[in-house]
């Protein structure tokens, strides 16, 4: 899957209670073989990514959330490919 293009519009940290792990939340726009798309993005503590051995991030197709669709197959997006801009976002904001 070519991706040609992705930016973070939004993004914010959630706490996640008082004990719980928290995560950023961004809306990525991107521009994937001339389509527009935005995604709803959850990337929790990139530290995280070595106690599982995996990415933890998961990706949503906003218009999907907007018709209340969470279902598997139909809003699933492979996580992995937006861990980067989003952890690129997120250091550039604990810069600033």
């Known amino acids: ?40 993005v959850v990337r929790f503590n990139r530290g995280a990514d070595k106690e599982t051995g995996n990415i933890v991030c998961a990706a949503f197709d906003l218009k999907q959330l907007d018709k209340r669709c969470i279902a598997f197959g139909q809003n699933s997006f492979r996580g992995d490919h937006y861990h980067q801009v989003m952890d690129e976002a997120i250091i550039e904001e604990e810069q600033a």
């Open 1 to 40: 899957m070519k991706r040609n293009s992705m930016k973070v519009r939004a993004l914010d940290y959630h706490r996640n209670g008082i004990s719980g792990l928290g995560f950023h939340v961004g809306i990525v726009e991107e521009i994937e073989d001339g389509k527009y798309r935005e995604m709803l």
